[in-house]
């Protein structure tokens, strides 16, 4: 079973940067796909970006320009480099992977993912 961990959180100003990263234990050659999402109390888990296994990248419009993801297949990790950030950035951040491409616009629901990593706060102040 593979096991995702999160890292790199923390508090910064506004246009400060932050890595996240996202740590893969086990065997992940099965997926497809990996990405990020972020959820603030009270509303639904939003998808922010997603790299698939050959490469291809998708972003929310929100992030475009300014977050980049990238993975490192020989260390099973993922990155989400996030600049020039805003308030509205403040989130818990969760790494997933899944066996299919998904939409970051129009994810699909956190069950059908394959694993999901326990978050990691960000917190933009102005």
């Known amino acids: 079973q593979v096991q995702l961990v999160e890292s790199g959180g923390g508090s910064v100003q506004a246009g400060g940067s932050l890595r996240l990263s996202c740590a893969a234990s086990?065997?992940?050659?099965?997926?497809?796909?990996m990405g990020w999402f972020r959820q603030v109390p009270g509303k639904e888990r939003e998808g922010v970006a997603a790299?698939?296994?050959?490469?291809?990248?998708r972003y929310v419009d929100s992030v475009k320009g300014r977050f980049t993801i990238s993975q490192d297949n020989a260390k099973n990790t993922l990155y989400l480099q996030m600049n020039s950030l805003k308030p509205e950035d403040t989130a818990m951040y969760y790494c997933?992977?899944?066996?299919?491409?998904?939409?970051?616009?129009?994810?699909?629901?956190?069950?059908?993912?394959?694993?999901w990593g326990q978050g990691t706060l960000v917190t933009v102040s102005d």
């Open positions: 086990g065997n992940t050659d099965g997926f497809r796909c």
């Open positions: 997933a992977a899944g066996v299919f491409s998904w939409s970051v616009v129009d994810p699909p629901p956190a069950t059908t993912l394959d694993a």
């Open positions: 790299i698939d296994s050959d490469g291809t990248t």
